[in-house]
């Protein structure tokens, strides 16, 4: 008898569902440059950019190895209950079709994920098979591979003896809105305690260190505030060493109707601006040594939509501006609105070679500088 989670149809054919389907995790989709976005190759699969370590960019071949799934997360259009054409692809095929990618210079890397098809250990099996089997072929590049919740420790230290990063949803800021998502997954056993031990075994001086970790938010699909995940990304930066932390919009009408996400009074431009303004807000954290408890929330514990969280604290600080041009350090520099490290660089770059910048025409000659800046500026 044929698996429910196979399919009678080509490898080809397979692939092309598998990447389709794939499109449901977001993560990478909001980016800062051009550069950084999710792109379609011509024959239509998704390729994504990764940062290495050394900052060179790779593009990974992104695929789920299964889009079977024993699970009920109420977000996903994946689900059990849900009526999808399944199929899933051997880790041998998988590995003969990501070589025909990467032997024709499409990819450098893969990103490679899948639906729970049976238990946690046995998805996580095929995925780390597949893992195994281009490791064996001598394939020494980038390999992400995604953790399924609930999988086993042997099953994880597995998968990070084989993997450049590793990354298991966080999904939700708190049990009690976990809860809302799903009935078949626990948050602290499945959940939150694979990603501390994955940190742990990541760590410096860790059997598995330099592996990289990360984890994503499914925002708005269930009911937590923006403060919440926010206070969880601090942690999971700060406690856990996490290499990065995603936030991927609720696809409304992808989930069940009765979701908080589905009932939400936000447009869906405003469910996009709110993951755009907790990338911001990541990249305080890690770019602009900003702490928790600098982040402008509203009394509700959002972010605002209409002012960006940096404009947003530099507009409740008038004692710490304007900030002397000439004389400011970076880190002074940096909370400007407008500046980035770019453009504070060619400031710093500037006044090194002794000049003194005298007025914004001044300034502007070498770098470009928004009207909402010159309100925080001085010379």
Partial sequence: MMSPFQSPVSPEKKLDILTRDSRY?????????????????????????????NGGTTFLFKTLLSNGCANDCAYCPLRADADRQRCSLTPEEL???????????????????????????????????????LRRLRFKGYIHLKVIPGASDAAIRQSLSLATAVSLNIETAGESHFKMLSSSKNYLKDVLRPIELISRLTAKGAPHEGVKQTT???????????????????????ELSLGRVYFSAYQRGAGRP???????????????????RLYQVDWLFRKYGFDINEIPFESDGTLSLTMDPKEKWASSHPEYFPVNVNTADRFQLLRVPGLGHITVDRILAFRSDGVKIMTFDHLS???KILKRTRAYLKF
């Fill in 216 to 238: 994503q938010f499914v925002v708005g699909a269930s009911d937590e505030t923006d403060k919440e995940i926010i206070q969880y990304t601090w942690k999971l930066y700060r």
């Fill in 95 to 133: 590995a003969r079709l990501f070589f025909f990618y990467y032997q024709a210079r499409k990819v450098s890397g893969l990103f490679l994920s899948s639906g729970v098809a049976g238990s946690p250990d046995a998805s996580m099996e095929r995925l780390n098979r597949a893992a195994m089997i």
């Fill in 258 to 276: 009765d979701l908080p996400g589905e009932k939400s009074s936000l447009s869906n431009s405003d469910l996009l601006m709110r993951e755009h």
């Fill in 365 to 367: 000659k070498f770098v």
């Fill in 25 to 53: 995790d977001l993560a990478c989709a909001c980016a800062t440059s051009k550069d950084e976005h999710r792109r379609r190759s011509k024959d239509n699969q998704w390729i994504y950019p990764v940062t290495l370590p």
